[in-house]
């Protein structure tokens, strides 16, 4: 009863369940994958146009597009890094971009879609940092962090290392499918957001069918707000090697 199915003119579904459940969860319980609600055309491209919002032959012209925006929008903004999601097939469908600015910093994403790129979120579902990783090590622990910053420097100790788009509030905009059945450690940040975080991915891990085995793996020494960027990088200037972290 607390469950709203919709269909979009495209064919893909929209899941909103009122009790609270994540997709994930939902798709996980009648045994399907989030790919399931969004139907392809024989040739595999996604059905429906998407409206609204200036089209990009390439994901370099959307990037230029974007940064030249926000740069004259914002004075002093620079340029930060730019983290790029690919699909199974190591595709590349989306990025992150992040500036530097005098208040702090801004993002903006970028992705594929029928018609070209766009500055917007993709069609469907995100999928998960570093895919193409955590497929080819199936035997090996997956570390999640919250945000790519911090999945990186994970990465750079030679673990494999994944996170969700667009941080702590928003882990149900990905598809975490490829996580089903695997063990699973999720590095929080040390605040409450980083807390919440670690608990709704907890929640979606666990509906995967079969369920992830998690562990969450709260970093000593380590000041309110950091994560596990801060973590690796103050033991580095320390002088310890990737295998004492």
Known sequence: PSLSITASDGGNLCLNCFAGCQPQEIVAQIGLTMADLFPSKPNGKPKGKPSGGKVYQTAEEAMKAVSYAICKNIKGARINNLWRYRDAEGRHVASVIRWDTPDGKEFRPISCHPDGWRIKDPPGFWPMYRLQEILRNHDCAV????????????????????????GAKSPGKSDWTALAGRNVVIVPDADVPGEEYANAVTRILLALNPPARVKILRLPGIDKGEDAYEFIESRRTDGKDDEAI
Do not use: M, Q, R
């Not at 570390?143 to 667009?166: Q, R, Y």
């Open 143 to 166: 570390f999640i962090s919250e945000g790519e910053k911090a999945s990186d420097a994970v990465a750079s100790c030679g673990l494999t290392s994944t996170t969700s788009a667009h």
